[in-house]
């Protein structure tokens, strides 16, 4: 029940604009626990999916009902909006930096986290358009929901990946919001395929760096973290 609650407060962020998901599994301690059992998943499948289920529920749930209210506060109160989820994302940087020195901090770090800020930064220069709510049922259309499901798989595989600045940078994040709001298959079920297996593919490979480089691999985290909060500000403020 426990991971239940924290699973609808990780949905929640990943709703949330600028905010990362993933970055909630950190501080809640379940993030290379569910890394683990998302690589696991056909070596051990009944453990790994007693321990996902009511993680997994979790997350379905708090995205979903809470879809409702964004849209609605988006809609009815964009500054203030932005000002809270603005104060939310600066929350989740300490604890990224806590856990990526929690062994030790190496000056060698910082290479990774130049590169992996140098690259998020670079998307602030692209061109931003303003919210699309119009669904798509053409095969391109079809295409682009498959892309949100591989951009979804990121955010929440990697911590501080925010799923809402990448799709409202391709103009996808208002219908991303919308298709779950008002539950539209022909959006949603194509998201989830490749959502799906998008996160088992990069569940292993974000394992494997942990186990072998745990430190560089939390810097490289922060500074894509603190890259999208960059951009978070030039998509909405």
Do not use: H, R, W
């Not at 190496?106 to 998307?123: A, E, S, V, W």
């Amino acid at each position: 029940m426990i991971n239940f609650l924290k699973g609808i407060i990780v949905g929640i962020f990943n709703i949330i604009p600028g905010l990362s998901g993933s970055a909630m599994l950190v501080v809640f301690n379940l993030y290379e626990k569910c890394l683990k059992a998302i690589s696991d998943l056909f070596k051990s499948p009944k453990q790994s999916f007693t321990f996902l289920f009511p993680i997994g529920a979790g997350i379905i749930i708090g995205t979903y009902s809470f879809s409702n209210i964004i849209f609605v506060l988006l809609k009815s109160y964009p500054l203030e909006t932005y000002i809270i989820f603005t104060i939310l994302i600066i929350t989740t940087i300490p604890n990224l930096f806590k856990e990526g020195t929690k062994n030790g901090f190496k000056k060698d770090y910082l290479i990774p986290f130049i590169i992996t800020f140098t690259i998020g930064i670079l998307f602030i220069f692209l061109d931003i358009k303003d919210l699309n709510y119009n669904i798509d049922y053409s095969f391109l259309g079809l295409l682009k929901y498959l892309l949100i499901g591989i951009i979804l798989s990121f955010s929440t595989v990697i911590p501080g990946i925010s799923t809402t600045v990448l799709l409202s940078i391709i103009n996808l994040y208002g219908i991303y919001i919308y298709s779950i709001s008002t539950f539209n298959m022909f959006v949603l079920i194509p998201i989830f395929i490749s959502f799906t297996i998008t996160t088992f593919l990069i569940s292993k490979l974000i394992n494997y760096l942990l186990n072998k480089y745990y430190g560089y691999t939390y810097f490289a985290i922060l500074g894509f973290c603190l890259s999208t909060f960059l951009c978070f500000i030039k998509v909405f403020i």
